[in-house]
Every structure is written in structure tokens, then in C-alpha cells.
């Protein structure tokens, strides 16, 4: 059974720590990977991974891929408040537009 | 069955008639989405509605239409179908509109020939 599972479910940081979030998938023909990070009213796009060992940067994020291991992390430096929220993880199929997510990361920052 | 269902799960229509895409969840969650999802962008807001009878647009509202007469529906209707609404459509539900998780669809794929 085709699969997404992110670790921690949940992590507790302080302002100004660094935050490595994981997602593993068991998934057939796998085309990308997606990050989104969710807070207030719905969830927003952050990277879209297609190839290993390039890393996708924006800002205090980063994002990269290992196809061999099947899985993706996401790291976020300087944590700040406003980085509290659910991150999740989604794995596009390929052919199928289809997409399955992870059950996500509630990261919580207090000052 | 318990969760977010979505139907039909494939449609496929001619430019210009009107559609509607159904969303039902099970856990009596306040808030509902209507995302779609295009190759080479992430998920992108059409609508939300935050309760029954309250809705409001999201990133690209322009085209469809949504109600929420009752909690546990939230169809999106496509009023007049265009080629540039071929794409994946995603509901979503959760307890609340931040916090915590967003439950998701299956997805329904439309094309408009």
C-alpha cells in the first residue's frame, strides 16, 4: 500500500533553533514530492521536489530529496515564531496527477 | 464510511456546460476547502468556508462557485467550464482553520474538452 509518513508528528522548539522535519514514502511510480506549510485557514505551497540531491532554498528553508532512500527533509534554520504551524508532506504520482499526504508536522516555536 | 469523500473521481466535460463536484466529510468539521492542484504548482485556495453559510473566496475564486447549506457538504460548482479549469480538485476539512490537520480528498481530476 502506497504510503507517506512524516516524523515527528509533533516538535516543541524555542525561537532561534534549527528543525530538520522528515518524509518517507513508499509510493509507485513516484513523480514529485511536496512540501506545504499550514497555518491559519489553509495550507501553502513551499517546494516541489522532482530530483535527488538538489536542495530547493527559500529563505530560512531548505528542502531536499534522496530517491534512493525515498525520503525528503525539511529543514528550517533560526526558527521564528511565525514557523508555528502543520508542515505536510504530499507525493504525486506520475501519470495520475494524484497526490498523497503525510498526516503532517505540528511544529510549535514560543518565543 | 468515516473521512472526506470526493465524487465523481474523473470527469469529463465540454467548454461550457456547468459541473459540480461533490465533497462530504464525516467528523462534523467546521471548516471546508476547495484547492486545485496543476503540474508545477503547489496546491492553490479557491474557496473556504469557515461553517455552514459562510464561504469565502481563496487565491483564484474566479469561475467557480461554492455553498455550504449544510456542515458536512461543500460542493463546488464550475459554472461555465473553460479549458483552463482541467486540473485536479482537492476538498479538505478541519477542526479549525489553523493548528491543525487538514484531512484531504482523494481528488477529483476534470478535464474540459
Known amino acids: 500500500e502506497d504510503k507517506v509518513v512524516q516524523s515527528p508528528l509533533s516538535l516543541v522548539v524555542h525561537e532561534g533553533d534549527t528543525v530538520t522535519l522528515n518524509c518517507s514514502y513508499e509510493?509507485?511510480?513516484?513523480?514529485?514530492l511536496l512540501w506545504y506549510k499550514q497555518e491559519k485557514k489553509a495550507p501553502t505551497f513551499l517546494f516541489m521536489l522532482?530530483?535527488?540531491?538538489i536542495e530547493k532554498k527559500s529563505g530560512r528553508l531548505s528542502s531536499i530529496l534522496d530517491k534512493k532512500e525515498l525520503f525528503s527533509i525539511l529543514n528550517i534554520t533560526a526558527t521564528q515564531t511565525g514557523d508555528s504551524a502543520i508542515y505536510l508532506c504530499?507525493?504525486?504520482?506520475?501519470?495520475?496527477?494524484?497526490?498523497?499526504f503525510g498526516t503532517g508536522t505540528r511544529l510549535q516555536v514560543f518565543p | 464510511d468515516a473521512g472526506i469523500t470526493q465524487s465523481p473521481r474523473y470527469k469529463i466535460t465540454e467548454t461550457g456546460r456547468q459541473v459540480t463536484l461533490m465533497c462530504h466529510q464525516t467528523w462534523s468539521h467546521s471548516y471546508m476547502f476547495w484547492y486545485r492542484q496543476d503540474l508545477g504548482h503547489g496546491l492553490r485556495l479557491i474557496y473556504y468556508s469557515a461553517a455552514a453559510d459562510i464561504t469565502d473566496k481563496g487565491e483564484v475564486p474566479d469561475g467557480y462557485v461554492v455553498s455550504r447549506s449544510k456542515t458536512e457538504n461543500f460542493p463546488l460548482t464550475l459554472e461555465s467550464a473553460t479549458r483552463s479549469q482541467t486540473s485536479v480538485y482537492f476538498c479538505a476539512s478541519s477542526e479549525s482553520g489553523g493548528g491543525t490537520e487538514a484531512f484531504f480528498g482523494q481528488g477529483t481530476r476534470l478535464t474540459v474538452v
Open positions: 522532482t530530483s535527488s540531491g
Open positions: 509510493v509507485t511510480n513516484f513523480r514529485s
Open positions: 504530499a507525493v504525486e504520482y506520475y501519470n495520475t496527477d494524484k497526490l498523497i
